[in-house]
């Protein structure tokens, strides 16, 4: 085979390879796994059995109003036979994992975005610390709050999981804690706002560091520190991927008692 014959069939494999990088990229698929297993549908598959509804909110991580082409997620969920879960994992390409109660999309009205501008797959890109980053393929967002401490939108998200919080992150749990005490406290506060990005004894977000092995954090790590860390993490690193908390210093301190007691509870290393 002679050289021009060889370059030619090699630029006709990387336009192949390229159109359908383009055509995935043009039709997302969204994955729903669920009590009775595992589905997955296309945007196009989506849009032809759902009834889309544009809505207007800010967007917290622009600080702006967004205008968005949208599913109810409750019809996403029914539609893909997600069950009666107590709890959503949403996962995202960048490792980010939120979790929220399941009530929650009928209480803040949690919606499957996927354009913006009437346009499908139209983004504005988001700040993520040093970077912008585009949210495709969807965004899960909330008609009710743009407040992240109650919800915070995850975006690159491709995989829902419904599931039952004890059961997918037991060695988050601080078993043998009062469960009226401040380390029961800080581990509802760490499950909503923490656990998407960070982990405990590997088990959570993978964007951030693990918390509790082979070290836990308050190991090394002060409680004024901590405190300040958690509060600003922008005192300490220009554009740190980490936002600043909407957490009170009560809060932070249940946190940081968490942490403190799950040292004493290190498994999965």
Request: proline letters at 7%; hydrophobic letters at 40%; glycine letters at 6%.
């Amino acid at each position: 085979m002679n050289a021009f014959l060889t370059r030619s069939l090699v630029a006709v494999a990387i336009l192949l390879i390229s159109a359908s990088v383009i055509a995935q990229t043009a039709n997302p698929v969204l994955t729903v796994d669920g009590e009775r297993g595992s589905q997955s549908l296309s945007l196009d598959d989506l849009r032809s059995r759902l009834e889309t509804r544009e809505i207007e909110v800010v967007n917290p991580d622009l600080g702006r109003p967004v205008r968005y082409l949208t599913f109810s997620l409750a019809d996403v969920l029914r539609l893909m036979d997600a069950g009666d879960a107590e709890d959503l994992v949403f996962h995202c390409l960048d490792g980010y994992e939120a979790n929220t109660a399941a009530a929650n999309v009928a209480t803040l009205d949690l919606r499957l975005a996927y354009g913006e501008d009437g346009v499908p797959e139209r983004w504005s890109p988001i700040p993520t610390g040093k970077t912008m980053t585009d949210p495709a393929p969807f965004i899960v967002i909330s008609a009710n709050t743009s407040d992240p401490k109650t919800f915070s939108w995850p975006f690159q998200m491709n995989r829902i999981e419904a599931i039952s919080f004890a059961k997918k992150f037991p060695l988050t749990l601080p078993t043998g804690a009062p469960a009226d005490g401040e380390v029961s406290r800080g581990f509802a506060v760490f499950r909503e706002q923490c656990l998407k990005c960070h982990s405990v004894n590997l088990q959570g977000g993978e964007v951030g560091p693990e918390l509790n092995i082979p070290k836990n954090i308050t190991e090394y790590r002060s409680t004024g520190f901590l405190r300040q860390w958690i509060h600003d993490p922008s005192q300490f690193r220009a554009r740190a991927r980490m936002p600043p908390t909407q957490l009170t210093p009560v809060e932070i301190d249940e946190v940081i008692a968490y942490l403190r007691y799950m040292a004493r509870h290190k498994q999965g290393g």
